[in-house]
């Protein structure tokens, strides 16, 4: 059974299907609030959007009930490291963003809308903060 299993992860890793984070990070070099990046997905076709100003969230829906939750946070990731890479970015404006993997294209059409209207990136919020998606 365990070479079964292994051999399911090669093969998914060649075709490239493997597993994408579902936790990402938003960061910008200004200081910019979640009202913002709902305006730079203005005019998206297939989204809807609701934002709770006072909480710094933006939750944006996607067709077939999936969603991106976008969080502020402070810009202190409680870590040498990320606040080293924090620093090196000039990072002024950080949300922890949540997708749903299960249509992560389309997530990734967001996330490029709110690149091109906001500035900024994504990447994930993992050790080496990969992958990275940029302008």
């Given at each position: 059974?365990?070479?079964?299993?292994?051999?399911?992860?090669?093969?998914?890793?060649?075709?490239?299907?493997?597993?994408?984070?579902?936790?990402?990070?938003?960061?910008?070099?200004?200081?910019?609030?979640?009202?913002?990046?709902?305006?730079?997905?203005?005019?998206?076709?297939?989204?809807?959007?609701?934002?709770?100003?006072?909480?710094?969230?933006?939750?944006?829906?996607?067709?077939?009930?999936?969603?991106?939750?976008?969080?502020?946070?402070?810009?202190?990731?409680?870590?040498?490291?990320?606040?080293?890479?924090?620093?090196?970015?000039?990072?002024?404006?950080?949300?922890?963003?949540?997708?749903?993997?299960?249509?992560?294209?389309f997530m990734q059409k967001i996330m490029q809308k709110i690149i091109a209207g906001a500035g900024g990136f994504f990447c994930?919020?993992?050790?080496?903060?990969?992958?990275?998606?940029?302008?």
């Amino acid at each position: 059974m365990k070479n079964k299993s292994k051999l399911k992860k090669i093969r998914e890793k060649k075709a490239g299907t493997a597993t994408v984070t579902n936790e990402w990070l938003y960061m910008n070099p200004n200081s910019i609030t979640v009202a913002e990046i709902e305006n730079a997905l203005e005019g998206m076709d297939g989204i809807e959007t609701e934002i709770w100003k006072e909480a710094g969230v933006l939750e944006v829906e996607v067709p077939e009930h999936h969603s991106m939750d976008i969080e502020e946070i402070a810009v202190d990731l409680k870590d040498e490291y990320a606040n080293a890479y924090l620093k090196e970015h000039d990072i002024h404006a950080l949300f922890a963003v949540t997708i749903d993997t299960e249509n992560y294209a389309f997530m990734q059409k967001i996330m490029q809308k709110i690149i091109a209207g906001a500035g900024g990136f994504f990447c994930g919020d993992t050790e080496d903060f990969t992958p990275v998606v940029k302008e």
